[in-house]
């Protein structure tokens, strides 16, 4: 199972208005396994987003991407998922992303 460690720091990347915006933040793959898709859902949807990391793109492993969420939501808490290419996958429930700049998964 794949870790996760919320790096702090890096607020500025990502979006703390009121109102709705977009949101951006940098996703780092430290795991030893290529991440193949990275998906976020507002609490309790019930269905996973489309996989944000781009058309035929895959975010090896020691590499990072910025990442963005163009919901336009005003919320800031989200579930997360990464799949990786050796078949883990990681989950995170109600991650606040506005205060967080960055996601990095090691192993």
Not at 38 to 58: E, M, Q, R
Not at 62 to 88: L, M, P, Q, T, W
Request: aromatic share 10%; with cysteine.
């Amino acid at each position: 199972m794949k870790k996760l460690i919320a790096a702090l720091g890096l607020a500025s990347l990502v979006s703390t208005g009121a109102a709705a915006e977009d949101m951006y933040f940098l996703l780092i793959n430290e795991s030893s396994a290529d991440i193949v898709e990275f998906h976020v859902s507002p609490p309790s949807a019930g269905t996973w987003s489309d996989n944000l990391i781009p058309v035929g793109y895959v975010l090896p492993a020691g590499n990072e991407v910025e990442v963005a969420i163009e919901d336009g939501r005003d919320h800031c808490e989200y579930d997360i998922r990464a799949v990786f290419a050796d078949g883990g996958t990681f989950e995170e429930y109600g991650a606040d992303l506005c205060d967080l700049g960055s996601w990095t998964f090691t192993d």
